[in-house]
């Protein structure tokens, strides 16, 4: 799919912001300085192409 209409892209591009990792920084905010959690822990939403559709 090389063309993309401006509509689908825009939906396009926001799901891939809320699947992207978390900054470093919200770790020890979230759950404390000593807690080691990965950031892609408490992202927006966890998807993968494979497993779950967008429907975008």
Known sequence: MAIKWPGKKARLSKKLRQTRWAPFWTVPKIYGKTRRMHPGRH??????????????
């Open 43 to 56: 992202t927006a939403v966890k998807r993968h192409w494979r497993r779950r559709k967008t429907k975008a």
